[in-house]
């Protein structure tokens, strides 16, 4: 995976068209066909931008991606998708070129494409199991779901042909959605679709919980987000902004004085892990958590439109492997400092990130140190970061996460010179919920337990998303989502 201009993209695209006929293709010989690139803007341009990289697939594109997919009768790339979706159909829709029967598929099981298209690790979800891609003897031939999905969802939101679900007749029931991420807006929706009132709780100024907070614009722009928020609120779910549920009104209150006749809680995991070695309360050192939320959803970044401060210093260390490490380090870039180390106490092999952030962000001129890993955080003297002491590390047997796991090297210390650090080490979950409604059971990590419907240790309490997973995937909160919906609805229907 290397980067191709856009235009040298499209070119190929149009001839590769030109060349293949379809009608006449054997499964052998559509395998044959190349995966299409996605097209995305040069790296030393978006490396100075907050403009998305990623630009989206040319008609062409779609049109020969979609062709890839072999249409297998067992489907087993939805076994993979957390909430679902009718992969086949809806490729099968875009190969004809009917978007709009595309989209509508998707929407059968989510009401957030354009959001999942550019941000679920389909690699590690429905691409994994691709037919194609297993023929291939490898995953990242496999075909390119999400980006088909994307272009669907943009085509349908720039020509203004956003469709909404129907929704049921009123029950006169009431449900209360705690937290607006992605697990919430899809347990609202499907809530909403049977004819609940229903009211989202958000902590927040801004709806979209990890998505506005946590992914960066140059991955996700917020507009989208808007947008995809927009659609669901026409269906008429009622939003309560910059209302902390545990502390403007505890889950009791809500039920018991407030007249819900059920809750579902999708706050995420949003407290930041530490390493707790010494340094870390120096000035300089952040956790990616605060760091991303004032570029993100404070705007930092727009330093002209928005009094949100933000410090890089000139040489910032990103410790972690993840898609927030990604995210982190090249935000750091894109905000002012002038180098940027990614340090991972394992191999690229072994990084958590999707391979195409991971990429991205080399392109972009992010330095990587494997295979190391902070010992302490070296101060001035003053009171702020001067360095890293770090060690070096090899790869030793396999652990629980079947990963190799990291053993350091005895005597191998160095020291890297920063001024500033950030912690993206994975967050957990927030205890407030946990502490103000004693009813709710928590596991060793804070994480709230729930059974196979989605249901908490409270009556008529359900939760799902990263509360309950820890931090996993948008598209894996959906699917919690969903099935607590689906759990909250018969509840409902049955009184």
């Not at 049109?63 to 992969?87: D, F, S, T, W, Y």
């Not at 209150?253 to 010494?278: H, R, V, W």
């Not at 949100?308 to 910032?316: D, E, H, S, V």
Request: hydrophobic fraction near 40%.
């Amino acid at each position: 995976m290397t980067y191709i201009p856009a235009e040298k993209l499209e070119q190929e695209a149009k001839e590769l068209l030109d060349k293949l006929d379809f009608d006449k293709m054997k499964p052998r010989e559509r395998m044959q066909i190349p995966m299409q690139e996605m097209p995305s803007q040069e790296p030393a341009v978006r490396a100075k931008n907050i403009e998305e990289v990623a630009l989206g697939y040319y008609e062409e594109q779609v049109k020969i991606e979609a062709e890839r997919c072999l249409q297998c009768k067992n489907a087993p790339c939805i076994k993979g998708c957390p909430v679902g979706i009718n992969i086949p159909g809806f490729l099968k829709a875009a190969a004809e070129g009917d978007y709009q029967k595309s989209v509508d598929i998707i929407k059968e099981s989510s009401m957030l494409p354009a959001i999942c298209g550019r941000v679920c690790p389909q690699e590690t979800q429905c691409m994994e199991l691709c037919t194609v891609g297993k023929g291939l003897k490898d995953k990242d031939k496999s075909v390119a779901i999400g980006r088909v999905e994307r272009f669907v969802a943009d085509w349908e939101r720039e020509t203004g042909k956003m469709s909404l679900p129907e929704i049921a007749p009123a029950t006169g029931k009431k449900v209360g959605i705690v937290g607006s991420g992605p697990a919430g807006l899809t347990a609202a929706a499907d809530i909403r679709k049977a004819g609940h009132e229903v009211v989202l709780f958000e902590a927040f100024h801004k709806l979209g919980g990890v998505m506005v907070y946590g992914i960066p614009e140059f991955r996700l722009p917020k507009a989208i987000l808007d947008k995809e928020v927009e659609n669901l609120l026409s269906m008429g779910v009622k939003i309560e902004k910059n209302f902390l549920v545990g502390r403007t009104r505890k889950l009791s209150d809500l039920l018991e004085k407030d007249g819900y006749d059920a809750l579902f809680i999708g706050t995420g995991a949003g407290l930041p892990n530490f390493m707790n070695i010494e340094g870390e309360n120096l000035v300089g050192v952040f956790s990616a958590n605060e760091f991303l939320t004032r570029a993100n959803l404070m705007k930092a970044y727009t330093p002209d439109k928005a009094d949100t401060p933000i410090y890089t210093g000139k040489k910032t260390a990103v410790i972690g492997g993840g898609n927030v490490a990604m995210d982190a380090a090249r935000m750091a870039l894109r905000v002012g400092a002038e180098e940027v180390y990614v340090i991972y106490r394992r191999t690229e092999k072994e990084m958590p990130a999707r391979r195409e952030e991971v990429v991205h962000a080399q392109e972009e001129g992010i330095h990587f140190n494997f295979l190391t890993n902070p010992k302490r955080v070296i101060s001035d003297g003053k009171g702020h970061v001067a360095g890293i002491e770090c060690l070096r590390y090899e790869l030793g047997e396999p652990d629980d996460s079947g990963r190799r796991r990291p053993v350091a090297i005895e005597g191998s210390e160095f020291v890297l010179e920063m001024d500033s650090v950030i912690m993206a080490l994975g967050n957990s979950s927030n205890p407030l919920i946990s502490q103000t409604a004693k009813e709710i059971s928590v596991n060793k990590w804070g994480n709230i337990t729930v059974d196979e419907d989605g249901k908490t240790s409270m009556d008529r309490v359900y939760a799902g998303g990263d509360i309950v997973l820890g931090a996993a995937t948008v598209i894996l909160a959906m699917g919690e989502g969903r099935r607590a919906a689906e759990s909250i609805n018969k509840l409902l229907a049955s009184e």
